[in-house]
């Protein structure tokens, strides 16, 4: 079964709203998670790493107001599209690595599509 | 530039049939590299995970290959089955488990 999920796997929302995707890792714990985004048929771009108990790490041309990102336990990371537009609409997938960024295996969530209008 | 070049973009086999998938990369020195599976809308699932001193791991169909000397690695599938028509990532870890380059990936189709 799945060791880290995403929530929800699918958002529709208005321009002009916010949208928070949840990260769950289920059987370990995650003092870091990473943030990618895929447009249809590219490879997955990283957005962010997110560590727990201090400020979330963007790549270089990621806007962190835009992309808020929470690690509020060693089990949960949210990443928040504010005021989303058009443009945001993308895969986010998560991952987490278990047992260790270097060797640990790298666990990826199911993906959140969304979709703004 | 650390960069993770993956071969060919895209292949089209007959189902049953073997084929072999690149990576190179420029990462050094690295601390493992990843071989994923994507299915379409879904997230990557881990075929494989090799450390530099390793020069091949096996999981089932799959066989990965990795030659630290020349930077290459390769994925090759035995006997495709048409369920193998997914995107294949290769993904590099730099030593200090700080970053990981993602290659673009090969989408593989498996035809009847």
């Known amino acids: 079964g799945a060791v880290v999920s995403q929530h929800p796997s699918w958002v529709i929302c208005k321009s002009g709203t916010s949208v928070k995707i949840e990260c769950r890792s289920l059987?370990?714990?995650?003092?870091?998670m990473f943030w990618y985004r895929q447009f249809p048929k590219q490879s997955l771009m990283l957005m962010a790493t997110?560590?727990?108990?201090?400020?979330?790490?963007?790549e270089q041309g990621v806007e962190k107001d835009k992309f808020l990102i929470n690690h509020a336990s060693l089990t949960l990371s949210t990443l928040t599209v504010t005021s989303a537009h058009p443009e945001d609409s993308s895969f986010y997938i998560c991952?987490?690595?278990?047992?260790?960024?270097?060797?640990?295996?790298?666990?990826f969530g199911e993906g959140s599509r969304l979709t703004v209008l | 530039k650390n960069q993770v070049e993956q071969s060919p973009q895209s292949l089209i086999i007959l189902e049953g049939k073997n084929c072999t998938l690149q990576?190179?990369?420029?990462?050094?020195?690295?601390?493992?590299l990843r071989w994923y599976k994507q299915d379409t809308g879904r997230g990557p699932v881990s075929l494989t995970i090799?450390?530099?001193?390793?020069n091949t791991k096996s999981n089932g169909r799959y066989t990965a290959t990795l030659d630290a000397d020349t930077k290459q690695s390769s994925l090759h599938i035995t006997a495709s089955q048409l369920s193998d028509s997914a995107s294949y990532i290769c993904?590099?870890?730099?030593?200090?488990?700080?970053?990981?380059?993602f290659g673009k990936g090969t989408t593989l189709s498996v035809s009847s």
């Open positions: 990576c190179n990369y420029t990462v050094s020195p690295f601390s493992n």
């Open positions: 090799m450390t530099f001193s390793e």
């Open positions: 991952s987490a690595p278990r047992g260790g960024a270097n060797t640990g295996e790298l666990f």
């Open positions: 059987d370990f714990q995650a003092t870091t």
């Open positions: 993904v590099v870890t730099n030593q200090a488990g700080t970053a990981l380059i």
């Open positions: 997110s560590n727990e108990g201090s400020k979330a790490t963007y």
